[in-house]
T-cell receptor, first 119, second 116 residues
Framework: ETGVTQSPTHLIKTRGQQVTLRCSSQ?????VSWYQQALGQGPQFIFQ???????GRGNFPPRFSGLQFPNYSSELNVNALELDDSALYLC??????????????????FGPGTRLTVL | AQKVTQAQTEISVVEKEDVTLDCVYE???????LFWYKQPPSGELVFLIR??????QNEISGRYSWNFQKSTSSFNFTITASQVVDSAVYFC?????????????FGKGNQVVVIP
């Protein structure tokens, strides 16, 4: 086990609703990344938080937003849910050691995911 | 354009056979990192290996081995003497420095089915 936890495990929402997913990072990790994994696909990067600031965003609309708290846990919020938002949402934490002079390259450790179904 | 290509979507092998998963990546960075993750049916991604672009040494860990070749932009993964517990989806991923963050670009994955 990685020590990264996510809640809830499963969630069913209807189109147009809003949802909040939660992630607790592994002890000592100050960077949290969120990914969306549609069925049969690889995970897609949504955004990353480092020291409570958004530090990079993938190709997702503004209705996907997030927060990171002082204890490095994080939330992913999705507004105005669409059917295509149905997916496994994965959270990953990493220690941000700056292996290559920046934040990239650190190993990301993933949580078990939240399965979101939008009806 | 797909940054990471894993061409074989599903691979079935009989237990104890070897299986090799191909990963081809694309980047303009000179410094980058490559990863392999395993995703069993439970859904959690399990880290297997990290390799930086300056280290082309092949690596072996138990029944797992990795072959990194910068000349062909490939980072292939071999499972020797496969076991039923190896049945999972395996993802190759790339982390590039140009973004200034630790985003991973994943391939579409290889579904490995080990038949007893």
């Amino acid at each position: 086990e990685t020590g990264v936890t996510q809640s809830p495990t499963h969630l069913i929402k209807t189109r147009g609703q809003q949802v909040t997913l939660r992630c607790s990072s592994q002890s000592g990790h100050n960077t949290v990344s969120w990914y969306q994994q549609a069925l049969g696909q690889g995970p897609q990067f949504i955004f990353q938080y480092y020291r409570e600031e958004e530090n990079g965003r993938g190709n997702f609309p503004p209705r996907f937003s997030g927060l990171q708290f002082p204890n490095y846990s994080s939330e992913l919020n999705v507004n105005a849910l669409e059917l295509d938002d149905s997916a496994l949402y994965l959270c990953a934490s990493s220690p941000a050691t700056g292996l290559a002079g920046g934040l990239f390259g650190d190993t990301q450790y993933f949580g078990p995911g939240t399965r979101l179904t939008v009806l | 354009a797909q940054k990471v290509t894993q061409a074989q979507t599903e691979i079935s092998v009989v237990e104890k056979e070897d299986v090799t998963l191909d990963c081809v990546y694309e980047t303009r960075d000179t410094t980058y990192y490559l990863f392999w993750y395993k995703q069993p049916p439970s859904g959690e991604l399990v880290f297997l290996i990290r390799r930086n672009s300056f280290d082309e040494q092949n690596e072996i860990s138990g029944r797992y081995s990795w072959n990194f070749q910068k000349s062909t932009s490939s980072f292939n993964f071999t499972i020797t003497a496969s076991q039923v517990v190896d049945s999972a989806v395996y993802f190759c991923a790339l982390s590039e420095g140009i973004y200034g963050n630790n985003r991973l670009a994943f391939g579409k994955g290889n579904q490995v089915v080990v038949i007893p």
